[in-house]
């Protein structure tokens, strides 16, 4: 992707917290799940890969994405 992301979560995942960060473990974006469709703009970060991290009842759920 160039930046633009839309990410789908569950219902459960409403009211969670969900972070995305570089590789050097920098926070890049910072939020609470308000809905199931999250769309971010992430473009004017630079290329390269990054972790979305969901936290939820303790428990964590991270994924890769890529922003070329």
């Given at each position: 992707s160039k930046g633009i992301f839309s990410i789908k979560t569950s219902n459960d995942?409403?009211?969670?917290?969900?972070?995305i960060t570089n590789l050097l473990g920098e926070i890049i974006y910072k939020d609470i799940i308000q809905g199931e469709l999250i769309n971010l703009d992430l473009s004017k970060e630079s290329k390269g890969i990054y972790l979305l991290t969901i936290k939820n009842k303790g428990e964590f759920r991270t994924e890769k994405i890529i922003i070329e």
């Open positions: 995942q409403i009211g969670c917290e969900m972070m």
